[in-house]
């Protein structure tokens, strides 16, 4: 059975979304691929303790490693990338080439892309750290200037 609640974030309000307890979505407003939100279940705070204990300390610097258990409904390719993503240390940033290759398909940056922008828990699986090839910042569901301001925020430029 599906729950949700909604935080308020540097970054705005932030609807969290578990399945039998367990997080299977964090979503900001006007987020690309966000579901509708009659998916998202009955409000209920209860669930999200830890996932609101572990967010507030990663806005307040204190955290750089999220422990929280997660449900990630995807197709065994995206559920390979989000893995991926995890493994970027905070503070770093990885191309969708790099992501490829460590999948061991160099040719795939397209696919990990899209799958990239379809994962269901932002911040928490950061899609923020993935930039382009040159460095440049592409695409983000949940903005640029949000994908920018949590790179920043990661690299020590300002806490909140």
């Known amino acids: 059975m599906k729950q949700h609640t909604v935080?308020?974030?540097p970054y705005g309000p932030l609807t969290l979304v578990a399945d039998d307890g367990v997080?299977?979505?964090l979503y900001m407003t006007d987020q690309r691929h966000r579901p509708p939100e009659e998916t998202f279940g009955e409000r209920d705070d209860r669930?999200?303790?830890e996932a609101e204990d572990q967010l507030a300390a990663y806005?307040?610097?204190d955290l750089k490693d999220f422990t929280l258990d997660l449900r990630l409904d995807g197709t065994p390719f995206q559920r390979s990338v989000w893995d991926q993503l995890r493994r970027i240390p905070y503070g770093?940033?990885?191309s969708y080439g790099q992501l490829a290759g460590a999948l061991g398909n160099p040719g795939a940056s397209r696919a990990v892309g899209l799958a990239n922008g379809r994962n269901p828990v932002g911040i928490i699986v950061p899609c923020h750290r993935v930039v382009g090839a040159g460095?440049?910042?592409t695409g983000y569901g949940g903005g640029l200037p949000r994908k920018r301001?949590?790179?920043e925020f990661e690299r020590g430029a300002g806490l909140f």
């Open 7 to 9: 935080i308020e974030s």
């Open 149 to 151: 301001r949590l790179l």
């Open 92 to 94: 770093e940033t990885r």
């Open 59 to 61: 806005f307040a610097g």
């Open 47 to 49: 669930p999200f303790g």
């Open 23 to 25: 997080l299977c979505g």
């Open 135 to 137: 460095g440049d910042l």
